[in-house]
Each structure stands twice: as structure tokens, then as C-alpha cells.
């Protein structure tokens, strides 16, 4: 079993910046895929980046490519999440996620960072 924590969340204006973490306990950290999704108020929580086990495969919702960057260190256990040109609807609380296959079905999730964005 995996625990996720995430940080970096906060209030940020449109056109900045913000680089989210989240830091993973166990030994394991480099068997799993990671994910970030994120969840807006009154919406569903929407994918927004997938990197595989070695973080040499990434992809990335239509909304968010070329803006933001997912990447991971396996020797601090940590994936980033770093958000350039941020927007207004990029507003929500981001999430972590953790896949035990490899695949984009995830089995542990954090508890969540806000992401604030004003415009």
C-alpha cells in the first residue's frame, strides 16, 4: 500500500505559475504509474497527466498539453506536477494517484491540493 500526500497548491494569477508535488511513502515508489486528476467545483473529477513507471511516458488531457509537465523522481519518491500559463478554468483541487499495473486505473489516491487561479 501506497500513502500520497500532495502540496504546492495555492492562489496563483492567470498567466503564472505553480509546481505541485506529491510525495509517496513506501519503498515501491518506482512499481507504480502516476496520474494527476483534478476535480472543479459542481464538475467531475477530470484526468489531467499520466506518467509511467520509469517517467519516460507521459501524456496529458487536451486542456492542459503544452502547459503543464508531469515528471517524477524515483530516489525521493515524489511526482511533480509543474503548471505554466495557468487560466481561470484551471481552477480546482488537484489529485494525486498511484496505479499498482502500470495503467491508467489508479488504487490509491491523495487527499488533495487547491489549486486557485485568478483572473
Known amino acids: 500500500q501506497v500513502q500520497l500526500v500532495e502540496s504546492g497548491g495555492g492562489l496563483v494569477q492567470a498567466g503564472g505559475s505553480l509546481r505541485l508535488s506529491c510525495a509517496a511513502s513506501?519503498?515501491?515508489?518506482?512499481?507504480?504509474?502516476m496520474g494527476w486528476f483534478r476535480q472543479a467545483p459542481g464538475k467531475e473529477r477530470e484526468f489531467v497527466a499520466h506518467?509511467?513507471?520509469?517517467?519516460?511516458?507521459?501524456y496529458y488531457a487536451n486542456s492542459v498539453k503544452g502547459r503543464f509537465t508531469i515528471s517524477r523522481d524515483n530516489a525521493k519518491n515524489t511526482v511533480y506536477l509543474q503548471m505554466n500559463s495557468l487560466k481561470s478554468e484551471d481552477t480546482a483541487v488537484y489529485y494525486c494517484?498511484?496505479?499498482?499495473?502500470?495503467?491508467?486505473?489508479?488504487?490509491?489516491w491523495g487527499p488533495g491540493t487547491q489549486v486557485t487561479v485568478s483572473s
Open positions: 513506501g519503498r515501491t515508489f518506482n512499481t507504480y504509474a
Open positions: 494517484a498511484a496505479s499498482v499495473t502500470g495503467t491508467t486505473q489508479y488504487d490509491y
Open positions: 506518467i509511467n513507471r520509469s517517467g519516460t511516458y507521459t
